[in-house]
């Protein structure tokens, strides 16, 4: 299962995220932590519930839009890759592409 490409129209926003270092951006839900943590970021759009912290993101994103997020008691991972700074995105789509559960979404 990967990320719904339509989920500005299947998901409602919801309380938004403001990361420790990055900038305010869209959560899509439904949210019920800790197993649903819906969808973060919009122009650059990680599917917390699908992503399994595995970093490629993080290590491939030429302009670091991504920081690792804490998310105690997740059935996936402990953490995930937040989209801190999507407002930086250059649209390259290295992050989607090395994404092994399709999680990530770029919306340029």
């Known amino acids: 299962m990967a990320i719904d490409p339509d989920f ?4 409602e926003k919801v309380e938004p995220c403001n990361p420790e270092g990055g900038h305010e951006h869209d959560v899509w839900g439904p949210v019920d932590p800790p197993e649903k ?3 973060h970021g919009t122009r650059v759009a990680v599917d917390f519930d699908l992503c399994i912290a595995d970093g490629a993101c993080l290590e491939d994103c030429p302009v670091d839009v991504f920081d690792w997020m804490d998310t105690p008691d997740h059935p996936e991972s402990e953490r995930k890759a937040d989209p801190a700074r999507e407002d930086d995105c250059i649209g ?7 994404c092994p559960v399709d999680a990530i979404k770029v919306k340029y």
Do not use: A
């Not at 500005?8 to 998901?11: A, R």
């Open 92 to 98: 390259c789509y290295l992050c989607e592409d090395v």
């Open 37 to 39: 943590l819906g969808i």
């Open 8 to 11: 500005e129209e299947n998901y």
